[in-house]
């Protein structure tokens, strides 16, 4: 079973249902079943056309529990509309429907959460752990936003705005880990760039490029993860570099600073450095505190700590770090590494082990347990 494929589908065939009048909680649960019905039977007899045959299972399961439900009667006179198997179109609906969850009926952060769910196929807890929420709280959030566009008409698509907050949120997630699912946000963003001209678009654009081009680097052949600072920088895709440089030098140049161009000219300034130590982490510093001026947002408060501990020094960094919440995910890391590079290594070692606990995934979890280990060594050598 191809489970990538699946995954690409999805968003494509739900898209579908939602234009042929599917309200959204309905299609995707008519999507779903056809995903369950899938994984049973093309194992053993894949299909010619992987859409056509989703759409056409999909379809049916939507007008049989239309059927069943006496609230949506109203949805009987499309019983005969059913679409003739056959190929079905191959355009692709996914960034329209990225828009449409989008909807103005929503507030902007429950949109971004329906989206990634319906859409990017990402799980409750992943997308709690990106906007830093309990599990069963997302949970509640992405319920409601279901009964809320449940039976409204996406007519009214929603802004670029929300569009861009969820492709960032996408691509983070498949830069942790799915290059499938970097590739194909970076994919839908090359698609935005390409029909709307806006700054922050093409910021986001570059900063996807900029970070994507450091994947091959990012993980040892065993798979632990090689910190930024110890990266093999001849493994890193200097095609997509020079191109995120130029689009993001463009938009840079019309004077509307937004966020992930902030972001972009950060990833930039990394790229930019022959090794780690020619890093010009003073001027990192000055666009972190662009970027906490547009944002307030903790998380780059946090990664300026580190910065400012490059800058001016590991104390400088942890003063910084103090005006922080230490329940913030990764605190606790940022403080173990600023505390070694401050010398205070038996710290530093409690440090890394409590952050080992509460890593978000196991590659991190590994590589917090090993820095711990090398310190504890290094105390008892």
């Not at 003739?84 to 103005?104: N, Q, R």
């Not at 910190?227 to 140049?253: F, K, M, N, V, Y």
């Not at 000219?265 to 020619?278: C, V, Y």
């Not at 960094?317 to 403080?335: C, F």
Request: hydrophobic share 45%; aromatic share 6%.
């Amino acid at each position: 079973m191809d489970e990538a494929l699946l995954r690409s589908l999805t968003p494509r065939v739900l898209a579908v249902l939602v234009r042929r009048g599917a309200d959204f909680a309905a299609a995707e649960d008519a999507v779903q079943d056809a995903l369950v019905e899938a994984v049973r039977v093309w194992s053993a007899d894949p299909p010619k056309d992987p859409k056509g045959w989703l759409v056409t299972v999909a379809w049916r399961r939507f007008l049989d529990a239309a059927r069943a439900d006496t609230a949506r009667r109203r949805r009987e006179d499309r019983a005969d509309e059913e679409p003739a198997p056959g190929p079905v179109p191959s355009a692709d609906d996914t960034l329209w429907l990225y828009f449409l969850c989008a909807h103005p009926s929503l507030t902007p952060s429950s949109a971004v959460a329906l989206t990634l769910r319906a859409v990017g196929g990402l799980t409750t807890r992943q997308i709690a752990q990106a906007y830093l929420v309990p599990e069963a709280t997302m949970a509640q959030r992405i319920s409601r936003a279901k009964r809320t566009v449940s039976g409204v008409r996406f007519d009214r698509p929603g802004d670029v705005a929300t569009v861009l907050r969820v492709l960032y949120l996408v691509f983070n997630e498949g830069y942790s880990g799915d290059v499938d699912l970097a590739a194909e946000a970076i994919r839908l963003t090359r698609q935005l760039a390409g029909v709307i001209d806006h700054p922050e678009v093409a910021g986001l654009l570059a900063l996807m490029l900029l970070h994507h081009a450091r994947r091959d680097a990012r993980t040892a052949p065993d798979g632990s993860l090689v910190p930024l600072a110890e990266q093999d920088r001849s493994r890193w895709d200097t095609r997509s570099i020079a191109e995120g440089i130029g689009i993001l030098q463009t938009a840079l140049a019309r004077d509307r600073l937004g966020e992930f161009q902030a972001q972009a000219a950060i990833a930039a300034l990394h790229a930019d450095a022959l090794t780690a130590a020619e890093t010009d982490w003073v001027q990192i510093v000055e666009w972190y505190d662009e970027l906490v001026g547009l944002t307030d947002s903790p998380v780059a408060r946090l990664n300026r700590a580190v910065a400012v501990g490059e800058a001016d020094g590991p104390r400088a960094g942890l003063a910084a770090l103090a005006d922080l919440d230490p329940a913030l995910p990764r605190y606790t890391a940022v403080a173990a590494y600023l505390h070694e590079r401050a010398g205070d290594l038996a710290e530093a070692a409690r440090l890394y082990t409590e952050a080992a606990f509460r890593a978000p995934n196991l590659a991190e979890r590994d590589h917090l347990t090993r820095q711990a280990a090398r310190l504890h060594t290094a105390g008892h050598g």
